[in-house]
């Protein structure tokens, strides 16, 4: 609750038994103007004491400001730093993730292909068995019908000696 203004300048006492801001703390001779003093004899001493208590509060909101801009820039700077490294931690993460999944893939991709080489060489091998064989029961005729030609040359040959040597005789 807050006391009644005063009708000398509108200033407020404290009925709590606390001082007033401005009875707390010295004034500082660098939060006035240069030419203007709390102490005119002109008469208009509690307005003097009411806007040297404004400055003062002006200048302890700028000081509060600047401290509170600076705590904001660090706590700012703090947080863009946090992010950074867990960006960071992501990335390296991602990183091993996608080493070790291209690892599998190519261990997975090195089985496949040397099964489907192995499968392909031995559908090639049995083509090759097969052929083989066709060409060792062909070779076989061929000589055994080479052997029966030849036997028959030789018999044929054998009878015409004879009939050579019963025609000369």
């Known amino acids: 609750m807050l006391p009644p203004a005063s009708p000398g300048g509108g200033r407020r006492r404290w009925t709590t038994g606390e ?20 102490d005119d004899d002109s008469g208009s001493g509690s307005d003097g004491d ?13 000081l509060i400001k600047g401290g509170a801009n600076k705590d904001g820039q ?6 863009i730093t946090s992010v950074a490294e ?6 390296e993460d991602a990183k091993l993730k996608f080493e070790k999944e291209r690892q599998n893939f190519l261990k997975v991709l090195s089985n496949t292909s040397k ?12 083509k090759f068995q097969e052929t ?12 055994q019908a080479f052997r029966d030609l030849f036997s028959k040359v030789e018999v044929e040959k ?5 009939q050579y040597e019963n025609h000369s005789e």
């Open 50 to 62: 009411f806007v040297s208590d404004l400055r003062e509060i002006v200048c302890l909101l700028r």
């Open 158 to 162: 054998s009878t015409l000696l004879e």
């Open 132 to 143: 083989y064989e066709m060409f060792c029961k062909e070779k076989d005729e061929h000589v």
């Open 74 to 79: 660090k706590k700012c700077a703090q947080i």
């Open 86 to 91: 867990d960006i960071q931690a992501m990335i």
């Open 115 to 126: 099964e489907q080489c192995e499968s392909s060489l031995s559908r090639e091998y049995i």
């Open 19 to 38: 001082a007033s801001p401005s009875e707390k703390r010295p004034r500082d001779p660098e939060d006035s103007e240069p030419g203007s003093s709390s």
